[in-house]
């Protein structure tokens, strides 16, 4: 017997083969998808009447600080030196784990409620991250961020940190959560270090999760230091493979841009933190068109103010027509698959796809709403006018975490009241 049967659902597979269905099935057993198709001879303990929504694949964010919660709204609207030496910087030197903990519950509850299932996260109490991780039910690929600033006695620190944590942590949680490497971008650790980190990720068997050309500033950094840019670097250190995943990537040039393609790394595209920071527009049509795995995440919410890929997906998809003058650039169905698809092959989870065999990490999203009628195509109606809180229905491992838009895995009221007690505590560490 299974222990899930969704039905009478339009299933968005995003698998090329399986195709979309109309009126579909989807049979959840032991935390795999079993079946997928226009019906089934399976019983099952619960069933679903999916009737007026679609059924798709959850969605995967691909670089987060959970943790920024705390700082939603806390510094907007500045110059990203600012922002960083003046405000945010100063209020993370007081975070605790306690706080972290709460904060990334927060996010958590934001990711369940508005379609994440899976998340990469670097960031700083990592530990407490993690434990947020497992009493929520979400999937997770998480990595402690690593600064050296060129002293090797930080870099030692560092880096033994960090193994502790990828070691300990890796495949907890019933295997949802993944750990990662975290060196903090190419402008914040030493050439040295960053070798290291390569070699031991390579080592564990252990992908790495890095910032790279977020700004101008770097750029220009890395030229004046090393005679180069960030791309050329890590080219140079031999960091580049298809186990890194590199966020931002916006000041990319077409040699750049063909090395990233050439060497299989992922990309993952924060278009609204981005914009927010004036960082510019990252060329993801160019680094798409060269073959290159590119998928989507929300930044911390000290940049972006919230978790919701939804959101994420619709200004990728806007940001590109506008910054390359082509209203056919980046079009629903492909920026889909950088949400979901591409974002399981950058974490390296059997997630992204409804498909039999692959994780039972799927969301029900409600088209029975004003702004979702009428229906032409389901893939546009969900890029350009659905929102997180469309979601209906969020599962995980086959674990139901929100249902009818009731979260059943996490006490939502306890967490708003800790979390805003929580951030009036720290705002008053700050300014102390």
Same mark, same amino acid.
């Given at each position: 017997?299974?222990?899930?049967?969704?039905?009478?659902?339009?299933?968005?597979?995003?698998?090329?083969? !399986?195709?979309?269905?109309?009126?579909?099935?989807?049979?959840?057993?032991?935390?795999?998808?079993?079946?997928?198709?226009?019906?089934?001879?399976?019983?099952?303990?619960?069933?679903?009447?999916?009737?007026?929504?679609?059924?798709?694949?959850?969605?995967?964010?691909?670089?987060?600080?959970?943790?920024?919660?705390?700082?939603?709204?806390?510094?907007?609207?500045?110059?990203?030196?600012?922002?960083?030496?003046?405000?945010?910087?100063?209020?993370?030197?007081?975070?605790?784990?306690?706080?972290?903990?709460?904060?990334? &519950?927060?996010?958590?509850?934001?990711?369940?409620? %508005?379609?994440?299932?899976?998340?990469?996260?670097m960031y700083i109490h990592m530990d407490r991250v993690a434990q947020a991780v497992k009493e =929520?039910?979400i999937r997770a690929a998480l990595s402690y961020g690593m600064i050296d600033f060129g002293s090797?006695?930080?870099?030692?620190?560092?880096?033994?940190?960090? %193994?502790?944590?990828?070691?300990?942590?890796?495949?907890?949680?019933?295997?949802?959560?993944?750990?990662?490497?975290?060196?903090?971008?190419?402008?914040?650790?030493?050439?040295?270090?960053?070798?290291?980190?390569?070699?031991?990720?390579?080592?564990?068997?252990?992908?790495?999760?890095?910032?790279?050309?977020?700004?101008?500033?770097?750029?220009?950094?890395?030229?004046?230091?090393?005679?180069m840019c960030s791309i050329h670097f890590l080219k140079d250190i031999d960091f580049w493979g298809?186990?890194?995943?590199?966020?931002?990537?916006?000041?990319? =040039?077409?040699?750049?841009?063909?090395? !990233?393609?050439?060497?299989?790394?992922?990309?993952?595209?924060?278009?609204?933190?981005?914009?927010?920071?004036?960082?510019?527009?990252?060329?993801?049509?160019?680094?798409?068109?060269?073959?290159?795995?590119?998928?989507?995440?929300?930044?911390?919410?000290? %940049?972006?103010?919230?978790?919701?890929?939804?959101?994420?997906?619709?200004?990728?998809?806007?940001?590109?027509?506008?910054?390359?003058?082509?209203?056919?650039?980046?079009?629903?169905?492909?920026?889909?698959?950088?949400?979901?698809?591409?974002?399981?092959?950058? &974490?390296?989870?059997? %997630?992204?796809?409804?498909?039999?065999?692959?994780?039972?990490?799927?969301?029900?999203?409600?088209?029975?709403?004003?702004?979702?009628?009428?229906?032409?195509?389901?893939?546009?109606?969900?890029?350009?006018?659905?929102?997180?809180?469309?979601?209906?229905?969020?599962?995980?491992?086959?674990?139901?975490?929100?249902?009818?838009?009731?979260?059943?895995?996490?006490?939502?009221?306890?967490?708003?009241?800790?979390?805003?007690?929580? =951030?009036?505590?720290?705002?008053?560490?700050?300014?102390?």
């Open positions: 017997m299974a222990d899930i049967i969704i039905k009478n659902a339009y299933v968005l597979t995003m698998d090329p083969d !399986l195709g979309d269905i109309e009126n579909g099935v989807v049979v959840i057993e032991n935390g795999l998808i079993k079946e997928v198709g226009r019906s089934t001879g399976s019983t099952a303990d619960k069933i679903i009447d999916a009737r007026g929504c679609v059924v798709m694949p959850g969605l995967i964010n691909t670089h987060c600080h959970a943790g920024m919660t705390l700082f939603r709204g806390y510094a907007d609207d500045m110059h990203l030196k600012e922002w960083l030496e003046d405000r945010i910087w100063p209020a993370e030197a007081k975070l605790t784990d306690d706080d972290i903990h709460i904060g990334s &519950l927060l996010a958590c509850l934001e990711m369940i409620r %508005s379609g994440t299932t899976s998340f990469a996260d =929520s039910g090797k006695e930080k870099a030692d620190a560092e880096l033994k940190e960090g %193994s502790r944590f990828v070691s300990q942590w890796n495949g907890k949680a019933d295997g949802r959560i993944t750990t990662m490497y975290g060196p903090h971008a190419p402008n914040t650790c030493s050439r040295e270090f960053l070798i290291r980190v390569k070699e031991q990720a390579v080592k564990d068997k252990i992908r790495i999760h890095i910032h790279v050309l977020e700004t101008e500033a770097e750029l220009n950094y890395m030229k004046e230091n090393f005679g298809t186990d890194v995943l590199a966020a931002h990537c916006v000041w990319l =040039s077409d040699g750049d841009i063909k090395i !990233l393609a050439e060497y299989g790394v992922n990309i993952s595209h924060n278009p609204v933190s981005n914009m927010k920071l004036a960082s510019g527009i990252a060329p993801v049509a160019k680094l798409i068109a060269s073959g290159a795995n590119v998928c989507l995440g929300t930044d911390g919410c000290a %940049s972006n103010n919230n978790l919701d890929m939804f959101e994420e997906m619709k200004t990728a998809a806007l940001l590109q027509k506008v910054g390359t003058m082509d209203p056919t650039a980046l079009p629903a169905r492909q920026v889909l698959e950088m949400a979901t698809v591409n974002g399981a092959k950058a &974490l390296g989870i059997k %997630s992204g796809v409804l498909k039999e065999g692959h994780n039972a990490d799927m969301i029900i999203v409600d088209m029975r709403k004003p702004h979702l009628t009428p229906l032409h195509d389901v893939a546009s109606q969900l890029v350009y006018a659905a929102s997180g809180k469309d979601v209906r229905t969020t599962i995980v491992a086959g674990k139901v975490l929100m249902e009818d838009f009731m979260v059943t895995c996490l006490d939502e009221q306890d967490i708003l009241g800790k979390a805003v007690q929580t =951030s009036k505590n720290l705002a008053s560490r700050i300014d102390s």
